[in-house]
C-alpha cells in the first residue's frame, strides 16, 4: 500500500531545528493493522501526518500505491487523501455547530457524491458503529466515546482504504477504548488498512504488527504470532 | 454543496450569535448613515439639474465695481436687447420676478406670492402640464397658470381651470392651466404666474421697461452648447457698453451664473426667495463645503464601517481554524475554504444591507424634515443607486471574506488540527496596519466633530448686533399703509404695551438691496466708503436693540438729520448718516470716534440732471448681521428719510400676547382695505439660522455614530489581539506575572498604533477643518483641543478594550490557557 523510504522530517523554528523524524523506512501493505508505538515526543503524530498527507517530508521518498508523492503540492495531495485515506483524532475533531449526521456527511461533501446517496451512506455507517439514534444531536451533546464512534463513521463512509488513527483511545475510558478498538478491528477485517498511534500496549495487540520509535527513528517492529 | 455552505453560514452566524450581531449592525447602522446623507447629497447636489439642457443655462447677474456686491438680478430691459443682438448664442430666455400681491377671490382675501413670468416659463424650467395648456395660457394678458399645490390652496377640492381671482382688488385674472409643483431640488418656488407684461399695470410703473438700470427680474438664458457663460458674459459687457456707455457701464461688470450654482450661492445679493408659501418648503442655499464635508462623513462613515466588519471577521477567523482543518482533512480544498469565508461574509453583509434599508425607510422622513428637504427612501431604488449599493455590498463581503479566506484556507491541516496556527494567520503588519487606520478615522472623525460643534456654537451663540426678542414686524406692502405710518406710530407709541416703534426701508434678516458710495472734499482719491443704504424712520435703532458705539442715533429731534428725498426740482439735499463699524473701519476712521462730524457726500448723474447728497456723519452704530453668520457684515449707511417699507415694534416685556391683537386693531383702522401681514422678528430671525444650526447638530450626531461604529471594530481588534496570546499570557503568569503586568503589556502594544493613528489623523482633520472655517467670517480659532480629545478618546478605547479582553485572558487559570495549543 504504501512505502517510506529514508524519510526525514524536521521542523524550523526560528533558531532551533527539531528533527521529529530521522531516515525512517517503512512499508505497510493493503489490509495490515498497524500500531505505533514510542515515548512522547518520538515523531508518532508526525509520522502519521506524513503517511496521512496533511504533512509533507523534509527529504526521502514516500510510495503511495507505487507513486512518489514526497514532492506533491499540498493540493495534490488533497486529492489523493480525500480519496484514500480516513482519520480518527485522539480529540474527536468534530465541528461543534453540525448534527452528527452532518459531521459525518461532511466527508462525503467533497467528493461530488448526489445527495440521496449521502444521505443513504451516512445511514448505512451510523447504523454500522451503533449511532443513528443520534443522528440531529449535535457533538456536544454525546459522551466521548460516542464522538469517536461518529469521528470513525466520518472516517469510513467514503469508503476510503486507509485509516489513520491518532491515539483514537486516548480520551476514552477504558470500557469505551475497548469499543472503539473492536470497530476497527472489525474494519480491518473488511479489508481496511489500519495504521494506529497509541499508547496503550493492550491496544497495540488488536493490530498485526507493531513499530516502536524513539528520537524519530524506527527501533522495533514486532509482528504478533498468532492471526 | 451550496446548500451546506449556507446551512453552515447560518449556523455559524447564530453559534456567534452577539459577535454576528455586533457586526452586522455596526455594518447596517453604517450603511444607513452614508445612505441617509448621501440622499440629503444627492438632493443637494442635483439642485435643478432636471431642467433641460441644466449646463447650459445661465443667471444674469450684474456687479457693482464700487461696492463689489453681486446682485441676482439683472437690468429689466436689457437681457431681451442683449439676446436679440446675439441670437447664435442665445437658445433662449425667460425671465420672472416674485411679489407678495393681495388675492381676493370673491369676499376671501389672503397675500399670495405672485411671479410675473415670460409665456416660455414653463418650456423652459420643464414643468409638466397636468391640464390645461401652458404654452398658450398666458397668451391672454388675463389669464394665469397654478401649480398643483397652488390649486389646491385657493380652490381646494375644485377644478382650477376657469376659476377666477383678484389681484389687489382691480385686476382680475383666470386660470387656464395646472403645472406640476416645483421639485424640491428645484431652485424656483413659484406657484401662482401671471403674464410679465402685467408688471407695469400691477405695480403701476408705466415706465417699467424703459429704465435701463432697474433691476427687479431674474433672466434665465439657454446658451447655444458652442459658447461658455463667461464669454457670453463678456459680450453681454460690450453690448451695454456699446450700446448705453456711460457711468453706468463703468460701474458694472456683467456675470452669466450658472444654473447649477444657485443652489450653492450663498453671497448674492437681492436673490429670490428660498421658501415657497404655499407649500412651506424652504430651499435654502448650501455652501460647497457643506455638501462637502456631508459627503466626506458619508464616505468616512462608510470606509469606517467595512472596516470594521472587515477587523471583525478577521478576528472572528481566528475561531475557526479547527474546523477549516477538520474541513481540510475530510478533502476540501483551499479554494472550497476560501468560498465559505467568502460566503459567510457575503451573507453577513447583505443581511446589513436589509437592515440598513430598514432603517433607512424608518428615518428617512425624520432625517429630511430635520434637515428641511423631504427625503424618502423611495429615491435609493432609483437608478444606480441600489445597484451601487449591492455592488458595495457584496464588495464588502467578499473582501472581507477574503482575508481570512486567503489565510485560514492556506493553513496546513496538520497544524490546524494541532491548533498550532494561531500566531501564523496573517501578517502582524496588516493587522497593524488595520488597527492604525481604524484608529485614524476615528480619531479624525471625533476631532473634526468636535470643531464642527464648537464653531457652530460659537456662531449660533455669537451676538447678532440687534435683538430679535419681543419685536412685531408689520409689512407697509401698500400705499394706504404706509400714509398710515405717522399715524399708527403715534398711537402705538401712547401704549404701555409698546416700547418703540419705527420704520425702515429694511430690517436684519432681509435683503441690503441698495447701496451707495460716498465721498470726501479734499480727501485722496483712495477714501473709500462704500456702503449699503438703509433708509431708517425714527428711533430704528432703539427698537431694535442696536448699540451706537460713537456719536448719536439719526433722530426727528435734530431737523437737519433727515435727508429729504431727491428730485430733478431738488437734486441737492443733505442729512444725518449713521454708519456702522465695518463703513467706519473701511473709510479708514480706525476709532469709531474719529467718524462723528465727518462730511461726506454721494454725487451720480440720472437723466440730464446731477444730484449731490450731503451727509453729516453723527453716528457709529454696532455691526450687526443681516444676513447669514457666515458672512462677513456688509458695510451700512443709515438715513432718516421716508422710505417705510416696514414697521418695527418693539414690546415691552410679557406683554406680547396683549400686544399682538392691540397691533391688529390699530392696523385695521388705518389700513381697512388690506389685512395686516405680520411676523415676529425672533422667528424670521430663527428660520434663517435654525436649520443651519440643526443640519450641523445632525453632522455631529452622524459623526459620533460612525467614530462609535469604529470603537465597534477597534474592539474586535483587541480582542483578536487578546485571543492570540491568551498561551503567551498563560505563560507569562505561570512566570510570575500578574495580571497587571499583562494589562499593561497588551496595552501599550495597541497604544503603539494609537499613537501612530494620532500622527496620521491630526494633520489630515486639521486641514480639512481649516478649509470649512474658511467659509465663516467669524470663526473659532483653531485650537489644539478637539485633537487632544480625540486622541485621548482614542487611548481610553483602545484601553479599555485590551484590558477587558487582557484582564478576562489573564485570569483563565495558565492550566487552561497553555492547553489550548
Ligand atoms: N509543527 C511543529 N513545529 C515544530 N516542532 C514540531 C511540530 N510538530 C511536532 N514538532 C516536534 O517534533 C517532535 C515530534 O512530535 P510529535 O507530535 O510527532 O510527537 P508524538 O510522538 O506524537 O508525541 P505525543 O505522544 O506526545 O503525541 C517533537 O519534538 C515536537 O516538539
Ligand atoms: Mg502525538
Known amino acids: 500500500m504504501l512505502k517510506l523510504q529514508d524519510l526525514t522530517k524536521a521542523y524550523r523554528t526560528d533558531e532551533v531545528e527539531t528533527v521529529a523524524l530521522n531516515n525512517v523506512n517503512i512499508e505497510i501493505e493493503t489490509g495490515e493493522f498497524v500500531a505505533i508505538m514510542g515515548p512522547s515526543g518520538c515523531g508518532k503524530s508526525t509520522l502519521l501526518n506524513i503517511i496521512g498527507m496533511l504533512d509533507t517530508p523534509s527529504s526521502g521518498h514516500y510510495f503511495f500505491k507505487d507513486e512518489d508523492v514526497a514532492g506533491y503540492s499540498e493540493s495534490q495531495l488533497g486529492v489523493i487523501r480525500k480519496q484514500h485515506i480516513g482519520f480518527i483524532f485522539q480529540s474527536f475533531n468534530l465541528i461543534d455547530e453540525l448534527t452528527v449526521a452532518e459531521n459525518i456527511e461532511l466527508a462525503l461533501l467533497y467528493h461530488d457524491i448526489p445527495a440521496a446517496e449521502r444521505k443513504e451512506r451516512v445511514a448505512a455507517v451510523m447504523d454500522k458503529v451503533g449511532i443513528a439514534h443520534r443522528a440531529k444531536h449535535m457533538p456536544s451533546q454525546l459522551s466521548g466515546g460516542q464522538q469517536q464512534r461518529v469521528a470513525v463513521a466520518r472516517a469510513v463512509v467514503g469508503n476510503q482504504s486507509m485509516i489513520l488513527a491518532d491515539e483514537p483511545t486516548g480520551n476514552l475510558d477504558t470500557a469505551h477504548g475497548q469499543e472503539v478498538m473492536e470497530m476497527l478491528q472489525k474494519l480491518n477485517e473488511e479489508g481496511t488498512t489500519i495504521v494506529m ?31 | ?38 440622499l440629503f447629497v444627492a438632493h443637494e447636489t442635483s439642485f435643478d439639474k432636471a431642467v433641460k439642457g441644466s449646463d447650459r443655462v445661465y443667471r444674469l447677474n450684474w456687479e457693482s465695481n464700487s461696492s463689489g456686491a453681486r446682485f441676482a438680478t439683472f437690468f429689466n430691459p436689457l437681457s431681451k436687447n442683449i439676446a436679440e443682438a446675439y441670437p447664435d448664442d442665445v437658445e433662449d430666455l425667460t425671465r420672472i420676478t416674485l411679489s407678495e400681491r393681495l388675492l381676493n377671490i370673491g369676499d376671501e382675501k389672503q397675500y399670495q406670492t405672485i411671479s410675473f413670468v415670460d409665456p416660455n416659463f414653463f418650456d423652459f424650467f420643464s414643468y409638466k402640464v397636468k391640464s390645461g395648456s401652458a404654452e398658450t395660457a398666458l397668451s391672454n394678458l388675463n389669464n394665469a397658470v397654478l401649480t398643483e399645490a397652488a390649486a389646491e390652496l385657493l380652490f381646494p377640492g375644485e377644478d382650477a381651470i376657469g376659476k377666477s381671482f383678484t389681484l389687489d382688488g382691480n385686476h382680475d385674472f383666470q386660470v387656464t392651466a395646472i403645472v406640476d409643483n416645483n421639485k424640491s431640488n428645484s431652485h424656483q418656488v413659484s406657484n401662482i404666474f401671471v403674464n410679465m407684461e402685467m408688471l407695469p399695470v400691477i405695480w403701476n410703473d408705466p415706465t417699467f421697461w424703459e429704465r435701463n438700470f432697474s433691476d427687479q427680474l431674474y433672466h434665465y438664458l439657454r446658451l447655444a452648447p ?129 437592515s440598513s434599508l430598514v432603517i433607512v425607510e424608518i428615518f428617512a422622513p425624520f432625517f429630511g424634515s430635520m434637515l428641511g428637504v423631504p427625503l424618502t427612501a423611495d429615491q435609493i431604488y432609483s437608478g444606480g443607486f441600489i445597484s451601487g449599493l449591492i455592488l458595495t455590498t457584496f464588495l464588502v463581503g467578499i473582501i472581507s471574506g477574503f482575508y481570512p479566506a486567503l489565510f485560514v484556507s492556506g493553513v496546513l491541516p496538520a497544524k490546524a488540527i494541532q491548533g498550532r496556527v494561531f500566531d501564523g494567520i496573517g501578517s502582524s503588519k496588516l493587522r497593524a496596519g488595520l488597527v492604525i487606520l481604524q484608529f485614524s478615522i476615528a480619531i479624525g472623525l471625533i476631532s473634526a466633530t468636535g470643531v464642527v460643534n464648537r464653531q457652530i456654537d460659537f456662531a449660533l451663540n455669537k451676538p447678532l448686533g ?23 406710530h403715534d398711537q402705538l407709541i401712547k401704549s404701555s404695551l409698546v416700547q418703540n416703534v419705527s420704520a425702515a426701508s429694511i430690517i436684519p434678516t432681509w435683503d441690503l438691496s441698495d447701496g451707495a458710495t460716498y465721498s470726501k472734499e479734499g480727501e485722496s482719491p483712495d477714501f473709500k466708503l462704500v456702503t449699503r443704504l438703509i433708509i431708517v424712520a425714527d428711533g430704528y435703532f432703539d427698537t431694535l436693540g442696536m448699540n451706537m458705539v460713537a456719536g448719536r442715533p439719526l433722530s426727528d429731534d435734530f431737523a437737519a438729520d433727515r435727508t429729504p428725498q431727491f428730485s430733478p426740482e431738488n437734486p441737492h439735499v443733505s442729512g444725518g448718516l449713521v454708519i456702522n463699524e465695518t463703513a467706519a473701519k473701511q473709510a479708514g476712521w480706525t476709532n469709531p470716534v474719529d467718524a462723528i462730524g465727518q462730511q461726506v457726500y454721494a454725487a451720480f448723474s440720472f437723466g440730464n440732471t446731477n444730484y449731490r447728497i450731503d451727509s453729516n456723519i453723527v453716528g457709529v452704530v454696532e455691526d450687526a448681521h443681516f444676513r447669514s453668520i457666515r458672512s462677513a457684515p456688509a458695510a451700512i449707511a443709515f438715513g432718516l428719510g421716508d422710505n417705510e417699507q416696514v414697521m418695527v415694534i ?40 435654525a436649520v443651519e444650526g440643526r443640519v450641523f447638530r445632525m453632522f455631529i450626531g452622524f459623526a459620533g455614530i460612525a467614530a462609535m461604529i469604529a470603537c465597534i471594530g477597534l474592539y474586535g481588534l483587541a480582542s483578536f489581539i487578546a485571543d492570540r496570546r491568551t498561551k503567551e499570557i498563560g505563560v507569562r503568569k505561570v512566570l510570575g506575572a500578574s495580571v497587571l503586568n499583562i494589562v499593561a503589556m497588551l496595552s501599550w502594544e495597541l497604544s503603539k498604533l494609537v499613537i501612530i493613528a494620532n500622527i496620521i489623523a491630526w494633520p489630515a482633520a486639521w486641514l480639512m477643518m481649516n478649509d470649512w472655517l474658511a467659509g465663516f467670517s467669524y470663526r473659532i480659532n483653531m485650537s489644539i483641543t478637539p485633537y487632544l480629545i480625540a486622541g485621548i478618546i482614542a487611548f481610553i478605547l483602545a484601553y479599555a478594550t485590551t484590558s477587558l479582553r487582557a484582564w478576562s485572558a489573564a485570569r483563565i487559570n495558565p492550566i487552561y490557557s497553555l492547553k489550548s495549543e
Do not use: C
Not at chain 2, 663 to 669: A, K, L, T
Open chain 1, 197 to 227: 498511534v497509541t499508547h496503550s500496549p493492550s491496544h497495540a495487540d488488536y493490530a498485526r504488527r507493531t513499530i516502536n520509535l524513539l528520537d524519530g527513528h524506527v527501533v522495533t517492529e514486532s509482528m504478533r504470532s498468532k492471526i
Open chain 2, 226 to 354: 458652442n459658447i461658455t457663460g463667461d464669454v457670453f458674459a463678456a459680450k453681454a459687457y460690450e453690448y451695454i457698453k456699446n450700446n448705453i456707455g456711460g457711468d453706468f457701464a463703468n460701474n458694472i461688470a456683467v456675470y452669466a451664473q450658472p444654473l447649477n450654482d444657485i443652489h450653492f450661492n450663498t453671497e448674492l445679493q437681492n436673490e429670490m426667495t428660498v421658501k415657497d408659501t404655499v407649500t412651506g418648503l424652504s430651499k435654502p442655499a448650501r455652501q460647497r463645503s457643506d455638501i462637502s464635508i456631508f459627503g466626506f462623513v458619508a464616505l468616512l462613515t462608510l470606509i469606517i464601517a467595512t472596516f470594521n466588519f472587515i477587523n471583525m471577521q478577521i478576528a472572528q477567523s481566528s475561531n475557526r481554524i479547527k474546523e477549516v482543518g477538520v474541513r481540510k482533512v475530510l478533502g476540501a480544498s483551499r479554494k472550497q475554504i476560501a468560498l465559505q469565508f467568502i460566503l459567510e461574509s457575503t451573507v453577513m453583509a447583505l443581511i446589513a444591507l436589509v
Open chain 2, 1 to 38: 454543496m451550496f446548500a451546506n455552505y449556507l446551512n453552515m453560514t447560518f449556523r455559524n452566524i447564530l453559534k456567534f450569535r452577539l459577535y454576528s450581531a455586533i457586526n452586522i449592525i455596526g455594518l447596517a447602522v453604517g450603511l444607513a448613515v452614508s445612505i441617509l446623507i448621501i
Open chain 2, 650 to 689: 418693539k414690546v415691552s416685556e410679557g406683554n406680547m400676547s396683549k400686544a399682538v391683537p392691540f397691533v391688529d386693531s390699530i392696523w385695521q383702522q388705518h389700513v381697512p382695505s388690506y389685512p395686516i401681514r405680520r411676523s415676529f422678528l425672533e422667528e424670521d430671525y430663527a428660520s434663517f439660522y
Open chain 2, 466 to 488: 440687534y435683538q430679535p426678542e419681543d419685536v412685531i414686524v408689520v409689512r407697509l406692502n401698500n400705499q394706504e399703509a404706509r400714509d398710515a405710518y405717522q399715524t399708527m
